[in-house]
């Protein structure tokens, strides 16, 4: 009889032939699906993609083992409540950043999600309940009524942008992520 751990491996050797999906495409639709519990989770598998119980079980565990769940609950408590409406800012901000590169990692912290290529080049933070900060490692790139010092704001950035919009998320910030991303190589 085949152990626990020959079994999971069996399953996950199978996972792409019998679901159509690698495990990581069923993380990412996990991830976006922005569901908690691990039986809403298996329903979503279910009843939406057709994946069988014991497949969307297991998917769900490794879900929820690799940490991915609790990147997702990061971010959900710091867009809760009085922040909640500030959500449509860090969703644009995060679609813009992710177009840059495979390479494009997403950190959550308890206050802010992280930026990150090899290494950081910038933040964002909802700062208040009207505004977000987006800290961006621009160096000595000269200051503007909009691309300010960061200041006391945070030491890990050399620059902030306060947004109090979606429509902030504009070529002219997207140009400025672009050049952080490329720097931090």
């Given at each position: 009889m085949a152990t626990p751990n020959e079994m999971a491996a069996t399953m996950l050797r199978n996972l792409p032939e019998k679901t159509g999906k690698s495990l990581g495409e069923w993380h990412k639709i996990l991830k976006q699906s922005s569901l908690e519990k691990h039986?809403?989770?298996?329903?979503?598998?279910?009843?939406?993609?057709?994946?069988?119980?014991?497949?969307?079980?297991?998917?769900?565990?490794?879900?929820?083992?690799?940490?991915?769940?609790?990147?997702?609950?990061?971010?959900?408590?710091?867009?809760?409540?009085?922040?909640?409406?500030?959500?449509?800012?860090?969703?644009?901000?995060?679609?813009?950043?992710?177009?840059?590169?495979?390479?494009?990692?997403?950190?959550?912290?308890?206050?802010?999600?992280?930026?990150?290529?090899?290494k950081q080049f910038g933040l964002i933070q909802p700062s208040t309940q009207t505004r977000v900060d987006v800290g961006l490692n621009l160096g000595n790139a000269k200051a503007t009524k909009r691309l300010e010092k960061s200041g006391s704001f945070n030491a890990m950035v050399s620059h902030r942008v306060r947004l109090q919009s979606p429509t902030e998320v504009d070529q002219q910030l997207i140009n400025w992520l672009k050049k952080a991303y490329e720097g931090a190589q």
């Open positions: 039986g809403a989770l298996v329903k979503l598998l279910k009843s939406e993609h057709g994946v069988t119980h014991g497949f969307a079980n297991f998917i769900v565990a490794k879900y929820r083992d690799s940490g991915e769940q609790a990147d997702n609950d990061l971010v959900t408590a710091q867009y809760s409540a009085a922040k909640a409406e500030l959500r449509p800012i860090y969703d644009a901000l995060v679609k813009a950043v992710s177009g840059f590169g495979k390479d494009v990692e997403l950190a959550p912290k308890k206050a802010y999600v992280s930026l990150r290529r090899k």
